[in-house]
């Protein structure tokens, strides 16, 4: 690999690593305020889980991931894993 090439490589990497960090800073904060709705709805005597609306939220989501140009079903897995459910 020629410096230029590793130079370049390195920039990618970097991008990714930035872009990474991102995700992890967007799903804590999620989880907080995931956590909030159930300290919520456990007060209000609701029930934590939403399966329709969880459903709902993937569908939608997995719309506009195809709109973009993202491959649904692994779209779908990883969204069903972030959102807690596992679709059958």
Same mark, same amino acid.
């Given at each position: 690999?020629?410096?230029?090439?590793?130079?370049?490589?390195?920039?990618?990497?970097?991008?990714?690593?930035?872009?990474?960090?991102?995700?992890?800073?967007?799903?804590?904060?999620?989880?907080?305020?995931?956590?909030?709705?159930?300290?919520?709805?456990?007060?209000? @005597?609701?029930?934590?889980?939403?399966?329709?609306?969880?459903?709902?939220?993937?569908?939608?989501?997995?719309?506009?991931?195809?709109?973009? @140009?993202?491959?649904?079903?692994?779209?779908?897995?990883?969204?069903?894993?972030?959102? @807690?459910?596992?679709?059958?």
């Amino acid at each position: 690999m020629t410096p230029t090439q590793q130079a370049q490589l390195e920039a990618a990497r970097a991008q990714l690593d930035a872009l990474d960090d991102a995700l992890l800073d967007l799903l804590e904060r999620r989880a907080t305020a995931v956590a909030a709705l159930w300290a919520w709805k456990h007060d209000e @005597g609701l029930p934590r889980a939403d399966p329709a609306r969880e459903e709902a939220v993937i569908d939608s989501l997995v719309a506009k991931g195809i709109a973009r @140009g993202l491959e649904p079903e692994a779209l779908r897995r990883v969204l069903a894993t972030i959102i @807690g459910r596992r679709l059958r």
